[in-house]
């Protein structure tokens, strides 16, 4: 039904406009910073990079998933230039983590996106119930969830630099770290080289966090909040991949500022679609899970974001004691 539809045609004149706009509006930042001068109007321009570069990564993003041009080999090179070299992280990296994440979405040990670490998404990494701050911040991690993604944009460039220069493989090692060192050191050497100390690290900070904010945001409403897959369970890929996902409703601008991902389902289910056709697919997904008898998950922004913060609360004050009455937990997470 899709291919007979024509929506997994490419789309070669929406990218290239993209990227041509895309590197016209960092130039135009560039050419700001410096008419601006020592002025912490540069901090207008800092909040103006980070929109950029989270659409750039978007960008990134679709040409990792093969929906940019029919060669392999051209998508990687275009990844490679957008994520290394024009956003200064690994597309190595990111093509590991998130094609293990599209695989087994929200599965245990299967999907890196609900590991355990600074947030607890799930009980099987708890060995005995947290004490002291940890307990305190397990309890509220849902509510502290936005404000630890200002430190999601420092923790993304780490990620991929210590992926990059580790023992690991990486599929064009030498080429990932050129882009990324010569992105990063100019990037730097610019912002402390051009505006007084205090400023430039202003600057990184406000645009690192909010990027890594703008990220976060993006990408937190897909799948935090949806069903969690036990580890050993195995469901067939309709379901793995529409039972775990959610969308996002909205119009154009929706579309925009989430850079097509708000359509989380039908590019769970065709990941090589081009961004544009994702709308256009939408009724055909949702009338064929009806039909079958598959729950499809579509709510607002904001909807979503209560969802998500609920959900890692309750999962951070079972943390308390993971063999607790989850009616009391229910009660609890309700005051």
């Not at 590019?267 to 056709?277: E, G, Q, V």
Request: some cysteine; charged content about 15%; proline content about 4%.
């Amino acid at each position: 039904m899709v291919q007979a539809a024509g929506l997994m045609r490419r789309r070669y004149a929406y990218y290239w406009t993209r990227f041509v706009v895309l590197t016209l509006l960092l130039v135009g930042l560039g050419v700001a910073a410096f008419a601006i001068g020592h002025s912490w109007w540069q901090m207008a321009v800092a909040a103006g990079l980070a929109f950029v570069l989270g659409q750039v990564m978007f960008l990134g993003h679709d040409a990792a998933h093969r929906q940019i041009f029919k060669s392999g080999r051209w998508n990687d090179w275009a990844s490679l230039v957008i994520a290394n070299l024009y956003a200064g992280m690994s597309y190595g990296w990111w093509q590991h983590k998130h094609s293990r994440h599209h695989a087994k979405p929200n599965q245990i040990a299967a999907d890196p996106d609900v590991k355990s670490g600074v947030l607890l998404f799930h009980h099987d990494d708890v060995v005995e119930p947290p004490r002291g701050a940890v307990a305190w911040f397990r309890a509220r991690q849902g509510w502290l969830f936005f404000p630890l993604l200002l430190l999601e944009g420092l923790n993304l460039h780490i990620s991929g630099v210590k992926t990059i220069f580790g023992k690991g493989e990486v599929k064009r090692r030498p080429v990932e770290i050129a882009f990324v060192t010569l992105r990063l050191g100019a990037y730097l050497g610019l912002v402390f080289g051009f505006l007084p100390l205090g400023m430039a690290f202003a600057f990184l900070g406000v645009q690192m966090g909010l990027f890594g904010l703008y990220m976060g945001a993006v990408f937190a409403p897909n799948h935090k909040g949806m069903p969690i897959v036990p580890r050993d369970a195995r469901v067939d890929f309709l379901r793995r991949q529409v039972l775990m996902s959610r969308n996002v409703r909205g119009g154009r601008f929706t579309d925009l500022m989430m850079g097509g991902l708000n359509y989380q389902v039908e590019h769970h289910l065709f990941p090589s679609m081009a961004r544009p056709h994702l709308r256009r697919v939408q009724p055909i997904v949702r009338e064929f899970c009806a039909k079958h008898g598959v729950s499809y998950t579509e709510t607002t922004v904001l909807q979503s974001y209560a969802i998500v913060i609920k959900h890692l609360n309750k999962v951070g004050l079972g943390a308390r004691d993971p063999f607790q009455c989850p009616l009391t937990l229910e009660l609890r997470s309700a005051r």
